[in-house]
Structure formats: C-alpha cells, structure tokens
T-cell receptor
Framework: ELKVEQNPLFLSMQEGKNYTIYCNYS?????LYWYRQDPGKSLESLFV?????AVKQEGRLMASLDTKARLSTLHITAAVHDLSATYFC???????????FGSGTQLTVLP | GAVVSQHPSRVICKSGTSVKIECRSL??????MFWYRQFPKQSLMLMAT?????????EQGVEKDKFLINHASLTLSTLTVTSAHPEDSSFYIC??????????????FGSGTRLTVV
C-alpha cells in the first residue's frame, strides 16, 4: 500500500523568508504532483514531476523529485502573504494509476 | 486546458434524503473519474474510482450502497449520497484522468461540492 508522508503539517513563516516542504512516499513511483488549496476551494495544480531529478519552478515556488530517495520537496523563496494556503503532494501509484495524497501543509505567511 | 465541471457547489439537505452530485469533463473524454471526500483540516480521501460503462471500484470502508456512483458516459459521472446523515456532511471533490501532452496523462479536479446534512 502506497503511503505518502508530508511535513510539516503546519508552517508559519515571515514574509521574505525561505522554507521547504517535504514529501516522502513508500513505493516506487515516477509521477508526483503538487497542489494548492485555498479555504473552501478545490485543488489548483502547481507542478507535475515525471522523472528522477525533475525540477520545476513557478514564481517563488520550486519543486523537485528524487525517485531514488522517494522524496519530493517544495521550496518557497522569499514568501509573500499570497502564498498562504494548504499545499498537498500526491503520488501516482505506478500500477494503480490513482493519486494518493499527503496530509497537507497549512502554510501561513505572516507580515 | 482540460476542465471538469462539478455541480452543485453547495447543497443543504435534510437527514434521510438523497443528494446527487454531477461531475462532467467539458473538453475531453474521461474513461476514469475519481471521487474524494475531504473533512475540515484533513487531506483528500479517495472514495471510489469510476469507470465508464462498468461498476465503480470502492475503497475499503466506503459503503457502495450509500454512495452510488454512475459513469454512464465518457463525460459524466455522478455520485448519489443516499439516506444522508449529518456525518456525511463533507466536501466532495471529483477528478478526471485526462491525456496530457507527450503521451502522458494528468488529473483535473472539479470545483468541489460542500454537502451539509441537517
């Protein structure tokens, strides 16, 4: 059974600071997704990582994937208030072709 | 890009009644759709996988007689919560697997349905 662990669960950070969210998963997969969820809303796709060593960047967010370590990171650079949201990683099981979600990281960026 | 339309966005119903939620893929054919439930401050939990023209596959612990899923066409899946009770109050989100660029595939999510059972 595929398990996805995400940490931290809660993250408060000052504007302008950097931080990293971690996503570990338990079985082989080469497809990992990052999503953002605002309160009361559905999921917004941020990144799709499809191979070992993949790195994608959009604005102040950068995601990477290490399939050998079964680890993905979401790095936040110079945080701004607009980044406050809950961030989920999700792993596509290689045989099941369905997503298993991490527990989510609730990010609050403080002025 | 691929769009999934989910309706209604909010519904309030009385205990014991049934509620139907629709999930439509607007610009692509979705042979497989997924239904998730999300309680406040929690992650998304997969309830069932819906396959066009065949029976849905339910996750362990999900009552198939209570959560009826129909995927009668390549663009529409429905989730009916039967005999709803207050503990069924939750945020329900559908997702469709769509063909992505380069021969790959991705997942597109609906906007979610907030169900409140009173």
């Amino acid at each position: 059974e595929l398990k996805v662990e995400q940490n931290p669960l809660f993250l408060s950070m000052q504007e302008g600071k950097n931080y990293t969210i971690y996503c570990n998963y338990s079985t082989t997969s080469d497809r990992l997704y990052w999503y953002r969820q605002d309160p009361g809303k559905s999921l917004e796709s941020l990144f799709v990582l499809l191979s070992n060593g993949a790195v994608k960047q959009e604005g102040r967010l950068m995601a990477s994937l290490d399939t050998k370590a079964r680890l993905s990171t979401l790095h936040i650079t110079a945080a701004v208030h607009d980044l406050s949201a809950t961030y989920f990683c999700a792993v596509d099981g290689s045989s099941a072709r369905q997503l298993t979600f991490g527990s989510g990281t609730q990010l609050t960026v403080l002025p | 890009g691929a769009v999934v339309s989910q309706h209604p966005s909010r519904v309030i119903c009385k205990s014991g009644t049934s509620v139907k939620i629709e999930c439509r893929s607007l610009d692509f054919q979705a042979t497989t759709m997924f239904w998730y439930r999300q309680f406040p401050k929690q992650s998304l939990m997969l309830m069932a996988t819906s396959n066009e023209g065949s029976k849905a596959t339910y996750e362990q612990g999900v009552e198939k007689d209570k959560f009826l899923i129909n995927h009668a066409s390549l663009t529409l899946s429905t989730l009916t919560v039967t005999s709803a009770h207050p503990e069924d109050s939750s945020f329900y989100i559908c997702s469709a697997r769509n063909q992505g660029g380069g021969g790959g595939y991705g997942y597109t999510f609906g906007s979610g349905t907030r169900l409140t059972v009173v």
